[in-house]
Every structure is written in C-alpha cells, then in structure tokens.
C-alpha cells in the first residue's frame, strides 16, 4: 500500500530570538540584571567569565545555563526568575521586533503546504510575551518551549523531536528542517534526525561556528529558508 504523499521537508522546526526576532542583545542585558540580583558585580572578572559562557552557549535553556553558572538549584531558579523579568520588561518596553522578512517566510512556507513550529530556549511566559508583542499568537500551528518536552532544552534534540511527534506533520525525522542561529540549534537538529540543518547570520554565531556544528546550509537570513527548501526539494 502506497503511503499518501506529503510535501518533502514538511515541518519546519525555527528558533526564535536571532532567528526570526530581533532582540537587539536583550540577554545579555537581561543576564546583567539576573547576575546583579545575586551579588555578581559589574565589571568583575566573576561577571565578565559568567557573561562569557552566557555568549557561548546562547540557544541553550537558560535554566541549565543558569544551573551551570551558580551551582545550586535554589540560586538558579532565583537568576532565571530575575532574567525572565528583566527580559520581559525590555520586551514590554518595545525592545524587539521581527528578523527582516521572519513573518514573511513563515506564511511562505505555510503556503508551501509546510507546518512551522516556533522554539525557544525561554521559559513558556517569556516566550508568550514575545509572541504577544509581536502579534505571532496565530502565526504559526505551535509553540514550544523547554518545559514543554520534558525540560530538556537545546543542544538535546527534544523540542525538534516534540514538534515532529506532536504536529504528526511528517512521516519521519528526515523530513524536518531545523533554523537557527547557534551552535546548539544545529546540534539540536542534527541530532533530531533532520535533514536540513540551517543555520541563520542573523544571530549569535558566525558561519564558522554554525558549519562547526553540523549546520548543512548558511543562510545570510530566515527569509532565504523557504527558496531554500523548494531548491533541495527540486
């Protein structure tokens, strides 16, 4: 028995903050807050090293990141909630807007027949207020974040995996493609199975880092992602 087509590469797995949002390095300064919260002072070499391996593993759940920096659950959980607020308040103040033509690739690659899903390494309320001030509740079929999937955020491949389980959109991994602009968002997609791995200039890493990872294709941003698939579908 023949199984019905479906369109090649039909769910489309997009990172948020660097790839289709532009936060204009609201982490950084909302880790800045989070760290003066818990007596990390500007401008030392505890908060600059900190600072550091915030930079170096962006695209990670900030929890795990935060659980790395201080050791201790309870000072995690005390940064992550300080960071969460900082960053909402900055996104509250208007501090983010779309990548160039973000919203415009997305309903491309719905057109196409595709389903997109939306990630983040935020928590789910930070992640609501983006998608808030952005106006993207309905733009795409589902949103996910870390806590959504077990709390395993990226480089673990288990928001790709809950997207592709959860959306029935495919009828294996290999027709997922995954964007986004870090390192841990190609590890992420690479070790989901996926068979397009793009990594995006628009954010946190350059092509460098991005190729280093396993990214299959660079793209200079998001919106060249939907001529990009119908050109390895052809």
Known sequence: MQ????TRRGLVVLDMAGTTVA???LVEQAFAAAALELGVEPGSADHAGKLDYVRATMGESKISVFRHLFGDETLAQR????????YGELVDGGRI???PGAREAVE???????????????ARVTQDTILDALGWRD?????????DVGGRGRPY???VLGAFLRTGAVDGVSEVA?????AYDMLSGVRSGASVVAGVLTGAHDGEALRGAGATHVLGSVAELPALLRGVEE
Do not use: Q, S, W, Y
Not at 79 to 86: I, L
Not at 139 to 147: D, I, K, S
């Open 97 to 99: 807007a779309p990548i």
């Open 79 to 86: 940064a992550n909630v300080a960071f969460e607020k900082a």
């Open 157 to 159: 491949p288990d928001m």
């Open 23 to 25: 936060d204009g390095g």
């Open 3 to 6: 199984a019905h087509p479906r």
């Open 178 to 182: 995954v964007a986004g602009d870090t």
């Open 108 to 122: 491309e690659l719905r057109a196409d027949g595709r389903t997109v899903v939306l990630t983040t390494g935020f």
């Open 139 to 147: 733009l795409v079929e589902l949103t996910l974040c870390p806590a």
